[in-house]
């Protein structure tokens, strides 16, 4: 199995090796371009050496980051391929919490027609409306409950993305002995906290 694999790979790269747009020449020729001609050759590069699907994914081939999306060099810098690729194809700057966002949900496709722009909250949205979220894949609490919406209680997590809870073990939990006490405990502290703040001038 990995003898073919590895055979297809190289006569990708060869291929790609041998592309005019990917010549010596034409690299040494990007440095004097313009902008407007270096994004232009910049695109085309890209395409050439992606594979483009059934549904008009341009699959990248060459290197990936440690998560799994596409990297390359843009004038001597190495960047994420698909966030740059939207922002040279739109003429659209990102900034740092600023993502470019699949429709696709194809990590490694960097077609611009694919790409929009969206903050990590809108990600995060897309992710679940799509019921891609890890997390809704598991379908029972730990202690067997169902995560039906009457049964759902979801709110914002520390990290600011949405999380849920199992409302019949939270009120399994409220009813515990220990949870009473430490609930009385926190109301006491908090009484002393509001008695010290009206004390001290």
Known sequence: MSGPRLLLDENRSQSWRDNPINSGEMRNAAVTMSQAEYDQWWIARIKARCIVDSN????????????GYGQTSYRSKTLI?????????????????????????????????HLWKGTPLDN???????????????????????????????????????????????????SSPEYRAKARERQRLRRLAAKHSQVTP
């Not at 891609?132 to 990290?159: M, W």
């Open 56 to 67: 008009g994914c341009w699959i990248w081939q060459g290197q990936k980051t440690y998560n």
């Open 124 to 174: 995060q949205v897309d992710c679940v409306m799509k019921r891609r979220n890890g997390e809704q894949k598991v379908t029972h609490c730990p202690q067997g409950h169902e995560y039906t919406p009457e049964n759902t209680y979801i709110h914002a997590a520390k990290s600011g993305r949405p999380a849920r809870n199992c409302r019949a073990c939270m009120r399994m939990r409220a």
């Open 81 to 113: 391929l698909h966030r740059k690729m939207f922002q040279v194809a739109k003429g659209i700057a990102l900034g740092r919490w600023e993502y470019a966002c699949h429709s696709c949900d194809v990590k490694l496709c960097c077609n611009p027609d």
